[in-house]
């Protein structure tokens, strides 16, 4: 870990004269800047001003209509971002530039309700007050398309060219085609302190599968929202163009951003998940976790599954739940239990997908694990045995994103977790998303209508 006059020195010296600065919105997407390096020691020790429309606004740039935080009432102003120091990176594929994430903060110096990086601090310091440390990783699949920015526009995002054919997970020979890429992909995103610690082919043409490395929470949170954007930032370095939706097409599974987490002893050195006398080794804790987690995700399940899409992924018999369910070590509930080791022992969400925003995701699992945990909810629920998707015991998720998130808005508990007014944006932001996926004819319903009609 560098020194603050380590990392000030750093940036002073590098020939560019800049540092690449980045702030995540509501959908997990980074915005930022460059700065000049001699403007960023006077950010450090003051704040970056930065237009509040970055929660005022949707993925695709376009205002909300019925936002309270901002808008065309408040004039869109500057929102306050606090450079944070230890999420110095340093860019490998852009001449080592130095990096830096910031959080947004209020005219208080307070955490700024809207900030997911902020949301996901205020559930680690409830979690750390409880005496737990909780360690988490995330996991992704994602489609590569030998395709770039301008092609698949030309193209009308249709008939693009994935970077292999065929379905061919696990693949030593796929891995050998375009190696370029992956071997850049393994090396690059270590150099920039992001830990791989696997990389493969997963079934689908061109699709690929990284797990990272498990880290304390808000680390675990930031390696995973910079490796979504890294490796789109790396594949164009390829001519290559990378998507993290969770659901390409009808035809194939959806892409994965599976949650991995456990709670540990406040020095690290215990994993409390553990207990060698249980006859699954799982300990009391970690029973009680799993079933905050079913009885709480349902309500939280906009935060696992954000966008339109998200729904098209969680469907039957294609690797993704349906089902409030949990099992040990079964890739079909929703919650897979593995308790395996004390260093290993951990909980697997697969309901989240790689479209997720992760602090968001993170925040979702985390509280909802706790609120178990502070409850001392007993896991009544038995673990499904074989086919989750056939396990309606305990009810099913939600459909969409309409019924996810008006299940969420009108949710008490929500606002307990999280807080009213966090509730309120977020859910404001997801009716916005059904609002604007509401007016638009599809393709299918071209295809299905225009003629026989």
């Known amino acids: 870990m560098s020194t603050s006059k380590e990392i000030l020195d750093y940036v002073k010296n590098h020939p560019s004269g800049k540092v690449k600065l980045a702030v995540a919105d509501i959908d997990g997407i980074l915005r930022g800047k460059y700065v000049a390096a001699e403007k960023f020691a006077s950010l450090v020790e003051g704040r970056l001003g930065f237009c509040d429309v970055t929660f005022g606004w949707d993925a695709g740039d376009v205002a909300y209509e019925n936002g309270k935080y901002t808008g065309w009432h408040t004039g869109y102003p500057d929102a306050q971002v606090k450079i944070d120091l230890t999420t110095f990176r340093k860019i490998p594929w852009e001449n080592e530039v130095p990096f830096f994430l910031g959080d947004f903060i209020d005219d208080q110096d307070q955490a700024n309700f809207v900030c997911p990086r902020q949301l996901l601090k205020k559930m680690i310091t409830q979690c750390e007050s409880e005496g737990f440390s909780p360690l988490f990783a995330q996991e992704f699949e994602w489609f590569n398309f030998s395709e770039t920015p301008e092609t698949i526009h030309e193209k009308g995002f249709a008939n693009l060219k994935p970077l292999s054919p065929g379905m061919f997970g696990y693949s030593i020979l796929r891995s050998t085609y375009r190696n370029e890429f992956m071997s850049d992909l393994f090396d690059l995103l270590n150099k920039f302190d992001i830990p791989i610690e696997g990389l493969h082919t997963e ?210 508990l929500a606002k307990e977790l999280l807080s009213a007014d966090f509730v309120d944006h977020f859910t404001m932001t997801r009716e916005w998303e059904c609002k604007q996926y509401a007016k638009v004819v599809t393709d299918w319903e071209l295809k299905r209508y225009l003629e026989i009609i």
């Open 203 to 412: 079934t689908g043409p061109g699709v690929y599968e990284a797990a990272i490395k498990y880290a304390p929470a808000l680390q675990a949170a930031d390696q995973a929202i910079l490796f979504k954007t890294a490796v789109k930032e790396i594949a164009y370095k390829h001519g290559i163009l990378a998507t993290f939706m969770a659901k390409i097409s009808e035809n194939l599974p959806g892409c994965s951003g599976h949650v991995h987490q456990s709670l540990w002893d406040a020095d690290q050195k215990i994993n409390l998940f553990y207990d060698e006398k249980d006859a699954d080794k799982m300990s009391e804790t970690m029973k009680s976790y799993i079933a905050g987690q079913l009885h709480c995700l349902p309500y939280l399940l906009p935060m696992i599954a954000p966008t339109i899409n998200s729904y098209k992924r969680l469907v039957e018999g294609v690797w993704a739940p349906t089902t409030v369910t949990w099992g040990i070590d079964n890739r079909t509930t929703a919650l897979r239990a593995l308790p395996g080791s004390k260093k290993a022992s951990r909980l697997e969400t697969r309901i989240v997908g790689s479209d997720t925003n992760p602090y968001l995701a993170l925040s979702a699992c985390l509280a909802a694990g706790m609120y178990g945990v502070k409850n001392k909810l007993k896991l009544e629920q038995p673990a499904t045995r074989g086919n989750g998707y056939t396990d309606l015991s305990n009810g099913v998720l939600s459909r969409n994103l309409f019924e996810a998130t008006l299940k969420m808005k009108n949710s008490d």
